[in-house]
């Protein structure tokens, strides 16, 4: 698989999984998966907004896979809010034990894949010797 092609569809994959989320827009049964039940108007209110913001992350990500241009743009943005995410989760003793796993571990990977896609975009060019 060429170079090209494996960052086209790692950032489909991870936009599309980064989408998720915007389910409790039409089922707030989706929170469910994040062990809420029992949650205010505002709370749920706030919990689709969220929804939102990751569907249009996750847009980013996939209209990135089609642009070179703007991938280290959004890679940045990505990393920015998906590690925010996690240090929040993570560093809190109290929501920690009910982190997602799935959504752990995959926060955890798409940064790290999008680190390594900046690393990639922004290496300096070969230089031509010449002869």
């Known amino acids: 698989m ?6 086209k569809t790692a950032l489909v994959v991870l936009g599309v999984i980064t989408m998720t989320p915007v389910l409790a827009l039409v089922s707030p049964a989706a929170l469910e998966y994040y062990g809420l039940t029992q949650l205010s108007p505002m709370e749920t209110a706030l919990l689709r907004h969220r929804g939102v913001m990751q569907a249009v992350l996750g847009a980013a990500l996939v209209w990135a896979a089609f642009v070179p241009a703007v991938q280290v743009p959004v890679a940045v943005a990505a990393i920015t809010t998906k590690t925010a995410n996690l240090v929040l989760t993570l560093s809190d003793p109290v929501a920690r034990p009910d982190a997602p796993l799935f959504s752990t571990v995959f926060d ?7 680190i390594g896609l900046v690393a990639f975009r922004l290496r300096p060019a070969p230089s031509r010797a010449m002869v």
């Open 108 to 114: 955890t990977l798409a940064v790290l894949i999008l």
């Open 2 to 7: 060429s170079t090209d092609r494996a960052v």
